[in-house]
């Protein structure tokens, strides 16, 4: 089980961080992401991090977004800076056993940044 949480109303240029707690999966053996869906829009990937730490981004938000994971936590995170109000959308932490079937999603959490 994924539990995101951390979002919220935010105006232009603010920051949030959002958090996703693993319960039930082998947390060290994932790796995490963090998807967005805006109305209208397909999910996107916005994030991801692989077990051994390597960390890639979206073009939209490279030198804006952190991903990070505390293992001994059971916890990635998103550090979201700078935000504009195309940022606006559902977050969803998701997690995968590389080359398995294995993978699970969050519930998501609403970002919304107001201009």
């Known amino acids: 089980q994924l539990q995101a949480s951390g979002g919220g109303l935010v105006e232009a240029g603010g920051s949030l961080r959002l958090s996703c707690r693993a319960s039930g999966i082998i947390f060290i053996i994932n790796d995490m992401a963090w998807y967005r869906q805006a109305p209208g829009k397909q999910r996107e990937l916005v994030a991801a991090?692989?077990?051994?730490?390597?960390?890639d981004y979206t073009d939209s938000v490279k030198g804006r977004f952190t991903i990070s994971r505390d293992n001994a936590k059971n916890t990635v995170h998103l550090q979201t800076n700078s935000l504009k109000p195309e940022d606006t959308a559902v977050y969803y932490c998701h997690a995968e056993v590389p080359g398995t079937k294995y993978e699970y999603w969050g519930q998501g959490t609403q970002v919304t940044v107001s201009s």
């Open positions: 991090i692989t077990r051994g730490g390597s960390a």
